[in-house]
């Protein structure tokens, strides 16, 4: 069973920046496809980036691709999601997944309990 533990939201101005942390419980966790989705009041989990763990490849949605970064540590099982330039609509709760593919949250896997975000304009 594959744990996952998100970290890093809070409040932030607009412009401003932060880091969201996802720890998993096991290494295998490392070899799937890792991703961050994120889900905002009344709406649809969007995806927002995911890592291909065993060749490092990623994918960003458009409305992200120039403004976060995703990345991980392997020595420490963590996916990371940088965050900048954030915006009033980046406002979500970010959830970490592992164990799918692809930008449709129904074939991840495994889920953390999500951390907010909240961009104040």
């Known amino acids: 069973q594959v744990q996952l533990v998100e970290s890093g939201g809070g409040w932030v101005q607009a412009g401003g920046s932060l880091r969201l942390s996802c720890a998993a419980s096991?290494?295998?966790?490392?070899?799937?496809?890792m991703a961050w989705f994120r889900q905002a009041p009344g709406k649809e989990r969007d995806f927002v980036a995911s890592?291909?763990?065993?060749?490092?490849?990623?994918d960003y949605s458009h409305s992200v691709e120039d403004r976060f970064t995703i990345s991980r540590d392997v020595a420490k099982n963590t996916l990371y999601l940088q965050m900048t330039r954030l915006k009033p609509e980046d406002t979500a709760v970010y959830y970490c997944?592992?164990?799918?593919?692809?930008?449709?949250?129904?074939?991840?896997?495994?889920w953390g309990h999500g951390t907010q975000v909240t961009v104040s304009s």
């Open positions: 997944a592992a164990g799918g593919s692809g930008h449709y949250w129904g074939s991840y896997t495994y």
């Open positions: 096991v290494r295998t966790a490392m070899t799937y496809t």
């Open positions: 890592l291909k763990w065993l060749d490092g490849s990623l």
